[in-house]
């Protein structure tokens, strides 16, 4: 069963609360970053993106400077398949 809660519209802002959550929300927007900073792995999958003449080089520094184990292995599998479609 309904309350007369329920049943009421929603109260309408004040004009000075709207503003003030339109500051909050400048506020915010202008405090994170535009775009955020890529990781390892956006920097792999972009070079795997690119022609294979392109992306060996990239991924040979990726697999230089991978932060951990795993990726600098899954980088070094790549460059072996690169050199095994080269001949």
Do not use: H, I, N, Y
């Not at 709207?18 to 900073?37: D, I, N, Q, R």
């Amino acid at each position: 069963m309904p309350t007369r809660f329920m049943l009421t519209w929603p109260r309408l802002l004040r004009p000075a609360a709207l503003l003030s959550a339109a500051m909050l929300a400048g506020t915010l927007g202008c405090a994170t970053p535009a775009a955020p900073k890529p990781t390892w792995s956006d920097e792999f999958l972009a070079a795997m993106r690119l022609p294979a003449a392109q992306a060996e080089p990239e991924v040979a520094a990726l697999a230089r400077r991978a932060p951990e184990r795993a990726q600098a292995r899954d980088a070094r599998f790549e460059l072996a398949r690169f050199a095994l479609r080269r001949g």
